[in-house]
Each structure stands twice: as structure tokens, then as C-alpha cells.
């Protein structure tokens, strides 16, 4: 470990440290000046920009964009007004330089910078710099601030004297302010680690944009926090890039993507999409239920073939020996097999979507009963443009098009889906390669909800149908091609040169002609995330998928056509999955789309779980896999995790004591009760259940003590844990021992297990000392 000087205000050191701190508030209490000043003059711009209504188009056009840049400023600074400046360096030479969330540049004094933004270049040896590998840096000082006021400076000396005296977090930067950050109480929300990022997160963090990286590591290694701190790191860094495709973070669930969604604001980003999978299926709500093996089934992916074999099977023919009869002019035309089969053979080979295909199929049909009826009248008797006249009255005519539906019908994905669910014969012809048991899996009523496992399937309907929108889109192009032409005008006036401060924010950081053009369209003021969201087509920049081993095969299909880049960040633990669907390796999830061509990260460090609550968690991930290495906790409690053994019928009394104990150890911090999904009803009762209505998200902020299954909890941590009845979270799927380990690995102070029948001998270790603490 470096030498760290902890200096504060009660520092045993008195006078000097109270300078230090001084000297610090002077420098700290100048920058808010100056952020100050920034915003008032940003407001004042903007107050003035608004007041100018009407104008011409070109006048309307400079509006907006001066109206984005102010508005993304002022943004910026509000995020930036906690925890503004965290850090400084001091280096051998004599320089020095703080780091904090924003830049700040000195404009009267050649824009020397005042403050580093912590993701740029100049910043990282503010995370990197160990004694052992100093990077020119003499001292590393992490600056406590509450509100305004400098409330501590802790100091690390990066000298070989220092290095020598390494001790056992010899890896770790700013060891004071980061354990001071990890005893914190939780708050519901998770906050950003922007002063206390270590080497290893910072390497993923500031990994390059292309090609997919794996991040894997155990429960509490900081990979949500690191994942989100990428976002931050790439919009900065690939700003014109990144802001006008979109950033995609996929979460597991809504209470999930609420306990992380102040993590980007807080770093002044607000651009990012947070999105389950079921989410990515606009104006689809998938609330539904359905059993655990419906759903791993439907995750298969064996379904894409399931799916593509039931859009064949809306292509059909007449029966051999019944043709269609059409009546037209007083004749009736005959629509058979062959003429069917040979339309629908060069419909498929367009190898368009089925609803586009249905052009080639149309016209194929049309043309052979237009022969067929030129034959009935005397083909040596019509010109072509007769012919043509029988064409378009053909596909004018109600009975040729109900032909038509019949055989090939438009369909929608849901209407694909729900009527392969509803039927018998469907599913035997769609799912041929499954078995009767597993179609009847399969089989729904029509009108039943749709399921989060039903929405990669209809996904995967919606790319096979498509949509016959070509002269929506012909239109639109050509709007947004005149659109950009004047944006891009607009934006060429306004640049100032190009030899400005990277830095400094011009117009086109902020807006690019893209963006400037689509909020000119006919769609509004939409962002680039809003309309991403919005669009089920939409392809983004960037993909972050966070607890990534719980999507299924099919999900990922669905998620890899948001990013045909593969420019994506995959951020999980192949030993917490959980969900039957999910995954068990890397390899295998991301063969099909990138082959071996994807990197891989480890975090191998656990800033969550002390090491009293570790050792236990450790027990069952040796069960699980004796191969898999357990994260290194960073630090003790010194309080052992406890036991309790309570008769089945006692549960709920004994368990609403333990729940008033901890909540009286934690004071205002969370409590969450872990149970088994059959135990929930019962247990509501002690402590009211999570999820308020279905697929609603879990509020953890407003709530000091909640339930939930393990798979609600994950991701989620709280200051204590109660996880009652192990033995039945590791019997309630194949996947139990993931789920417990999950479990014990969700507090971050303290841990109760609660257990009815004999405690799990996985959790050997908790029993004799644990049962004396509990009594
Ligand atoms: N460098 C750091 N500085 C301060 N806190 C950190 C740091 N790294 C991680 N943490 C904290 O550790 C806790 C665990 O982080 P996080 O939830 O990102 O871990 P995880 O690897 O995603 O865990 P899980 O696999 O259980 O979901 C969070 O409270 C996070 O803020």
C-alpha cells in the first residue's frame, strides 16, 4: 500500500492538516464560483434564446440548436454541482491537477485547465499511478466534499520507500475514500464511483468502442457500476459517433434499471436508453406469466426455426383436387396448385419478408389467371394492353384478394404468434423438432398477455414479415435528405474553427446534423434516445448488456440485431445465472454472432460483500463449480453472518422478530428479505411483497425493509439480508445454487439466514457460531 495520509478535520495532526484543508476549500469554493458564473451566463442564453420566438426557418433552425447546446450544458453542470472536484495529482515536475465530474478551463489565462474531466486522458493516472508504477505522479489526493464544503483530504505518496511497505490492499487506489464509500449506508439507488474507480475497472472502462467485450466477474466486483461508467466514458470520448446512433444499456428487470438510473444523470449523461429485453418491442407491454419451462423453451433457439417454419405455413396452396374458384366477368377462373405452388416458389426466392413477398406471389397469380382468362376470350384477339387492363382489374377484384388472403395472408407478429399458440395443428406443422410434451407447452389461448419470453419471438416474427412500407420510407428519405442538407448548413455557419479546445463545447459536440435535421422532421423534439426507444428497428451505436448470462438464446438474436456494429460491452457471471434460459458459457452465447472474435475482462475484486459474508458465499460457489474462483472482498465487519432454525409453523412470528432485530442494527439503512417464490404469500404478512402489480417496479427507495425472490434481487444489494428457507431457494429450480449464492451475496454489512427443515450443509460453516449469535 502507498503511504496514506488521512487528513481531516479531526486529524490528529491539528494546524497544518486544518491548512490543507483551507488551501483545498479556497481552490474547491473558486471552481463552483466559476460553474456559477458558467450557468448564469448559460441561463441568461438561453433565457434570451427563448424569448426570440417566430423568425424565419433558417432563424427557427439556429434557435434550436443554440437551445439543445445551452440545455445539454446546463445539464451538465447541475450533475456536476455534487462531488464537483474529488481529486488532485501532484506530479514530480511541480505540476498539478485536479480532477472532478466536468472540465473547467481558465479562458483568461490561455485556457489552462482549472479542472480535469475524469475521463480524459490527462485524468488517469488519477486511477491508474501505484508506487510501483508512479507515471510521473509524486502525490494522489482524494478530496472529500459534502454539499460545497471540503470535509477531508486523504493523501497517498507514491514513493519506492511506500511500495516497500505494501501490505495487503497493495492493489487498491485511494484505500481511505474508497472503504469510506463502501461502509456507506445504501440508499436504494446506486451511486457513481467516480472518485474511487481502481485499475481493474478503469481498464474496462476506457476499453475501446469496436468489437464485443466480456466483463466477468463475481457478485459485487463493480461490474454494473463499471458498465455504466463505460457509457459515460464513450460518449465522452466518441461523442459524434455515439450520440446520434445511441447507447443501449439492457438490465434484467424495471426495479433493476431504477436502482441504476441515476448513475448516468449523475455523471451528466442523458442520452443513454436503459431497456429490458421485453422493453425493446415497442408499444408491447409483456406482463404476462407463464411456468419456468414455457418460458426456457421459448428461449430455445430452436423457436427462430419454429417461428420461420409458421410464416412457411401461411403460405399455402389449393388442395390438388380442389381448386380455387374465382368468379370474374362472367366467367370463373380456376387459382390450382401448380399455378399457387410456382407463385408462392418465386415469392420465396425473392428471399423478401413474408409481407413483402406477398407482391411476387400476388403478381404471379395475377398473371396466370390473367392468361387464363385471355384464353377463355381468344388470346389472338387481345393486344397487351389488353392484357394489362385484365391485370389490373384482377387485382382490383374483391374475390382475387380474398384468394390472396387465404393463401398469403399480410400478418402481424402477434397475430403470427397468437394464432400458432392457439393451435393444435399450427404448432404440429411450426414445431416439428419439439416434442408433443413441448408443444403443449407452447399452446395459449388467443387474448392471453404476452410474456417477457414471448417478445424475442416476436421480434423475431416481426424481421421474417417486415413491413410493405416502401413508399413511407421513400418519402421520408427524401424529407430527411433535404433536412440534413440544411442542418448541415446551419451547423457549418456556426462552427467557430477548428483549432479550438477539444474541450470546449461547440455546437456540433452537442447536435450533429443528424440530430439537427431529424428534430426539424416532422416527428418533433425527440431525442436520439427517445426515438430509439420508440423504434423497434433502430440500430445503436453502442450495446451495454448488464447480468448478460440471464438472456436466452433467442434474446440475444434479438438483441444482436440492435447492434449490427457489435461494437457491444457484456457485463455478467456464468455463476449467478439463474433464469433456466440463461447462459452457462460466453463462448457459447456469442459463437453464432462474432465466432471467437470477443475479448474478455475479469474483475477479481469484491467491494460489496465483507469478507465474513464472502466466506460463506464462497462455500456455494465451490459447490457449484470448484473451478470457479471467488472474488477477494476488500474488506472485514468484523460481524459474523448469523443462523436461525425455526419450525415451519413458527416461520412467520419468529421471522417478523429477526426482521425488527436488523432493522434496528441498520438504522436508516435497507433491509431486504430473500424468500423462495412459494414461500412469498405467506411471508407477506412480516413484510409487505416487492412488486406492487405485476411488472411494476420494486420502489427501494421508499421502502426500508423489502421481499423478494432471488430473482427480483438481482443485481440488487442492501445493507442487511435475511435469506429464509435456503433449502427451498436451492430446490426451487435446477439452477438453485446459483440462486443461493446470489442471495448471500446481496448485503453489504449484514447477513441472517432463516432455515424450517435441516440447514443446507452447503452453509456448514454458518451453523455452530452463528446459532449461538442468533439466540
Ligand atoms: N471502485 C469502487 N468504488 C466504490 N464503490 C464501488 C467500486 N466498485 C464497486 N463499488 C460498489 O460495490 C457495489 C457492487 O457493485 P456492482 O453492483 O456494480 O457489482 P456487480 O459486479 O454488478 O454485482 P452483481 O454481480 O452482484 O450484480 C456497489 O455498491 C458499487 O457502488
Not at 507514491?158 to 445504501?186: Q, V
Not at 411494476?696 to 426500508?704: G, R, S
Request: charge should be negative.
Amino acid at each position: 500500500m502507498s503511504n496514506t495520509a488521512r487528513t481531516n478535520e479531526r486529524g490528529p495532526d491539528g494546524g497544518a492538516q486544518v491548512d490543507e484543508l483551507s488551501r483545498e476549500q479556497e481552490y474547491v469554493s473558486a471552481l463552483y464560483a466559476k460553474v456559477d458564473r458558467i450557468r448564469k451566463e448559460t441561463s441568461a442564453r438561453l433565457a434570451e434564446v427563448l424569448r426570440n420566438g417566430g423568425g424565419t426557418h433558417q432563424a427557427r433552425v439556429e434557435r434550436d440548436v443554440a437551445t439543445a447546446m445551452h440545455t445539454e450544458q446546463l445539464a451538465q453542470l447541475s450533475a456536476a454541482e455534487s462531488g464537483l472536484c474529488f481529486g488532485r495529482l501532484d506530479f514530480d515536475n511541480g505540476e498539478r491537477t485536479y480532477i472532478g465530474r466536468i472540465g473547467l478551463f481558465d479562458e483568461d489565462n490561455d485556457y489552462e485547465p482549472l479542472l480535469m474531466d475524469w475521463r480524459a486522458p490527462a485524468a488517469r493516472p488519477f486511477y491508474l499511478a501505484t508506487a510501483a508504477s508512479p507515471d510521473g505522479v509524486h502525490r494522489r489526493r482524494h478530496i472529500r466534499t459534502r454539499l460545497r464544503r471540503v470535509v477531508g483530504v486523504d493523501d497517498e505518496v507514491l514513493d519506492l520507500t511506500a511500495a516497500e511497505r505494501s501490505g495487503r490492499h497493495a492493489d487498491l487506489t485511494g484505500e481511505a475514500t474508497l472503504l469510506a464509500a463502501l461502509n456507506a449506508s445504501r440508499t436504494g439507488q446506486m451511486s457513481d464511483i467516480v472518485a474511487t474507480i481502481q485499475a481493474e475497472q478503469d481498464h474496462v472502462i476506457r476499453d475501446g468502442l469496436n468489437g464485443v467485450l466480456v466483463v466477468q466477474g463475481g457478485p459485487g466486483t463493480g461490474k454494473t457500476a463499471v458498465a455504466l461508467h463505460r457509457a459515460a466514458y464513450l460518449l465522452y470520448t466518441h461523442r459524434r459517433r455515439l450520440s446520434t446512433s445511441g447507447v443501449l444499456v439492457v438490465g434484467p428487470n424495471a426495479t433493476f434499471l431504477r436502482y441504476i438510473s441515476q448513475v448516468l444523470p449523475s455523471l451528466g449523461e442523458t442520452s443513454v436508453v436503459l431497456s429490458t429485453v421485453g422493453d425493446l418491442y415497442p408499444g408491447l407491454s409483456a406482463t404476462g406469466r407463464e411456468p419456468v419451462e414455457t418460458a426456457e423453451l421459448k428461449g430455445r433457439l430452436v423457436m427462430a426455426d419454429v417461428v420461420a417454419a409458421a410464416v412457411r405455413d401461411r403460405q399455402r396452396v389449393p388442395n390438388a383436387k380442389h381448386p380455387m374458384e374465382i368468379p370474374f366477368e362472367r366467367e370463373t377462373l380456376f387459382l390450382d396448385r401448380k399455378i399457387a405452388t410456382q407463385a408462392r416458389t418465386r415469392a420465396r426466392r425473392s428471399r423478401q419478408p413474408h409481407n413483402l413477398a406477398r407482391r411476387v406471389f400476388a403478381r404471379e397469380v395475377i398473371g396466370a389467371l390473367a392468361e387464363q382468362f385471355a384464353d377463355r376470350l381468344g388470346r389472338s384477339l387481345l393486344s397487351g394492353a389488353d392484357l394489362d387492363d385484365i391485370r389490373a382489374e384482377l387485382r382490383a377484384d374483391d374475390g382475387v384478394r380474398a384468394a390472396l388472403d387465404e393463401l398469403w395472408p399480410v400478418l402481424t407478429p402477434r397475430q403470427l404468434l397468437a394464432d400458432l399458440y392457439a393451435d393444435e395443428r399450427r404448432l404440429a406443422v411450426a414445431a416439428k423438432a419439439l416434442t408433443p410434451e413441448e408443444r403443449a407447452l407452447l399452446r395459449r389461448e388467443p387474448g392471453a398477455p404476452w410474456t417477457p419470453a414471448d417478445v424475442p419471438l416476436l421480434d423475431e416474427a416481426a424481421e421474417l414479415l417486415g413491413e410493405d412500407d416502401t413508399e413511407e420510407r421513400a418519402r421520408a428519405e427524401r424529407q430527411r435528405r433535404q433536412a440534413l442538407d440544411y442542418a448541415q448548413g446551419v451547423l457549418d455557419i456556426l462552427e467557430v474553427d477548428d483549432n479550438t479546445d477539444p474541450d470546449v463545447l461547440l455546437a456540433t459536440d452537442v447536435v450533429a446534423a443528424h440530430q439537427l435535421a431529424e428534430r426539424h422532421s416532422e416527428r418533433g423534439y425527440e431525442t436520439a434516445a427517445e426515438r430509439a426507444a420508440a423504434d423497434r428497428t433502430w440500430t445503436f451505436g453502442h450495446v451495454i448488456v448488464d447480468e448478460a448470462q440471464e438472456l436466452s438464446a433467442m434474446a440475444w438474436r434479438a438483441l444482436m440485431r440492435r447492434c449490427p456494429s457489435r461494437s457491444m460491452t457484456v457485463v455478467g457471471d456464468i455463476a449467478q445465472t439463474g433464469d433456466r434460459a440463461g447462459a452457462s458459457s460466453w463462448a457459447e452465447v456469442l459463437e453464432p454472432y462474432v465466432g471467437d472474435r470477443w475479448r474478455l475482462a475479469q474483475l477479481t475484486v469484491n467491494y460489496r460483500t465483507p469478507a465474513e459474508i464472502a466466506g460463506v458465499a464462497a462455500d456455494v460457489l465451490d459447490a457449484i463449480d470448484p473451478d470457479l474462483e471467488p472474488p477477494r472482498a476488500v474488506r472485514e465487519t468484523g460481524v459474523p453472518p448469523w443462523v436461525t432454525g425455526l419450525p415451519a409453523s413458527e416461520l412467520v412470528g419468529g421471522l417478523a422478530d429477526l426482521v425488527a432485530r436488523e432493522v434496528a442494527e441498520i438504522g436508516d439503512g435497507r433491509l431486504a428479505v430473500l424468500a423462495p417464490p412459494a414461500l412469498v404469500d405467506d411471508l407477506a404478512g412480516v413484510v409487505a411483497p416487492a412488486a406492487p402489480g405485476e411488472g411494476e417496479p420494486v420502489d427501494l427507495v421508499e421502502a426500508q425493509v423489502v421481499l423478494l425472490t432471488v430473482a427480483q434481487a438481482k443485481g440488487l444489494e442492501f445493507d442487511s439480508v435475511i435469506v429464509v428457507d435456503p433449502q427451498g431457494i436451492l430446490d426451487a429450480s435446477p439452477r438453485g445454487a446459483n440462486d443461493l449464492y446470489v442471495a448471500l451475496t446481496r448485503a453489504t454489512q449484514r447477513l441472517g439466514v432463516v432455515h424450517t427443515g435441516r440447514l443446507p450443509a452447503v452453509l456448514g460453516r454458518l451453523a455452530e457460531p452463528a446459532d449461538v449469535a442468533a439466540s
